[in-house]
């Protein structure tokens, strides 16, 4: 996707002259016009991706094929107070989160140019964030991107195969082997991956069949908040620092309904660290070959992830 007037956006305003914060009496119009504020919604105003988008400015060939980026790109901003992060929320207000998540997959999710909705978050200046102001971010696609749909096509292959639902599988085997789970309770998962890609990678993934948020009940929207509270609560202390990250979820397509049964919510914390010190860079085989190293083991990086939940210092 490209979008050149997005270079001209707020690189780290000050704390006066946060957009995200509510507008306050006296002080500069913000995004937000309001004196207080639980959870707030908003489109982007440099979108990536918008309803009614212009025709491209290049023309396209067979060899060149272009589009217009139709579709929805959103901020949630998490809570009015400029230094809350979710780590240090309360259980109740994440759960309003999970809630807001889910409204707006419904949302994104039930336009005709939308085929799939993506919920993240970029946490940290290692992460290219420009606000400081906790917040994450919707993108609703007009397709499928590369990385869900590469894991529907697997997903697709294995239940071919097997029967199975692959992502059902691994919660299973994670749950079995337990040198890998960072914390569980009664619907979620969290566990680093046998195959990491970055040491203190962490995926929480519904412990049942659930293609998306949607599909949650009630007490496994707050069973959600709960993990990810002890999952931020890690990655926090695990380095006495606010860990940088990139966190996705992964749920079903919206437009296509084939896809249900080997789509399996998920959320994949993907930490920019792999030590206190060093970060990891995508380099020579990651970028050229697509290759992952990891010079750390999953179970111990589980392990050490374990301990910093349970509040023990690393
Ligand atoms: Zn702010
Ligand atoms: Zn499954
Ligand atoms: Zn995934």
Redesign the pocket.
């Known amino acids: 996707m490209f979008a050149g007037h997005r270079q001209d956006r707020t690189l780290l305003p000050s704390e006066d002259h946060c957009p995200l914060c509510p507008t306050r009496e006296g002080g500069p119009p913000t995004e937000i016009p309001l004196a207080a504020f639980d959870v707030v919604v908003f489109e982007n105003r440099l979108p990536s991706l918008v309803a009614s988008p212009p025709e491209p400015d290049v023309a396209g060939s067979e060899l060149y094929q272009v589009a217009q980026s139709s579709g929805a790109n959103e901020v949630i901003v998490y809570s009015d107070d400029h230094h809350l992060e979710m780590a240090d929320m309360e259980v109740g207000k994440l759960a309003r989160i999970v809630e807001v998540w889910a409204d707006r997959f419904a949302a994104l999710g039930s336009r005709a140019e939308v085929e799939y909705v993506l919920i993240f978050e970029n946490r940290g200046e290692a992460m290219g964030v420009t606000l400081h102001h906790p917040h994450g971010q919707v993108f609703a696609y007009p397709e499928v991107p590369p990385r869900a749909q590469l894991e529907l096509t697997t997903a697709t292959a294995h239940l071919e195969q097997g029967g199975t639902?692959v992502?059902?599988d691994v919660v299973a085997r994670e749950r079995a082997d337990g040198v890998r789970v960072v914390a569980q309770n009664r619907s979620f998962l969290a566990f680093v991956p046998f195959a990491a890609r970055y040491p203190y990678e962490v995926h929480v993934m519904a412990q049942r069949?659930v293609p998306s948020l949607l599909d949650l009940t009630d007490p496994e929207r707050l069973a959600l908040a709960e993990v990810l509270k002890v999952v931020l609560g890690a990655f926090d202390r695990l380095f006495g620092f606010r860990l940088p990250y990139v966190m996705a979820m992964h749920q079903a397509p919206t437009a296509d309904h084939r896809w249900l049964p080997v789509s399996?919510l998920h959320l994949e914390f993907m930490p920019a660290h792999r030590t206190a010190t060093k970060l990891k860079y995508l380099a020579g085989s990651e970028l050229g070959g697509g290759v992952f190293l990891n010079d750390t083991r999953p179970e111990s990086t589980a392990s050490a992830l374990r301990a910093a939940a349970s509040g023990t210092p690393a």
Do not use: S
Request: charged share 0%.
């Open positions: 639902c992502f059902c069949h399996h």
